[in-house]
Nanobody, 121 residues
Framework: QVQLVESGGGLVQAGDSLRLSCAAS???????MGWFRRAPGKEREFVAA????????LHADSVKGRFTIARDNARNTVYLYMNSLKPEDTAVYYC???????????????WGQGTQVTVSS
């Protein structure tokens, strides 16, 4: 069993940066980790994913070049570094763990409760 707790969200202005953290309890050994987001009135969408050894990552086109996913296995923590934030990045951000390296929401087994990110223009 894996429990995930996100932190680091908040209210920022366009162009600002934030770092989201996802602390895992229970072993995440060999799990792929992902970040997803759900904007108001929209479906949950993929943001980024990373493999266990952190040498493979995926980023959605909408965040490529601005967001970076990273993980520290010694701390059992995954991060999402978000730069050049835009109002359209406003959403609840969720951390997830799964056994498949994919952008597909349904492939992830464990989910956190989410952290709100609001970007004002």
């Amino acid at each position: 069993q894996v429990q995930l707790v996100e932190s680091g969200g908040g209210l920022v202005q366009a162009g600002d940066s934030l770092r989201l953290s996802c602390a895992a309890s229970g072993s995440t050994f060999s799990y792929y980790m992902g970040w997803f987001r759900r904007a108001p009135g929209k479906e949950r969408e993929f943001v980024a994913a990373i493999n266990w050894s952190a040498d493979e990552t995926l980023h959605a086109d909408s965040v490529k070049g601005r967001f970076t996913i990273a993980r520290d296995n010694a701390r059992n923590t995954v991060y999402l570094y978000m730069n050049s934030l835009k109002p359209e990045d406003t959403a609840v951000y969720y951390c997830a763990a799964g056994r498949i390296f994919t952008t597909t929401t349904s492939a992830y087994t464990y989910w956190g409760q989410g952290t709100q990110v609001t970007v004002s223009s």
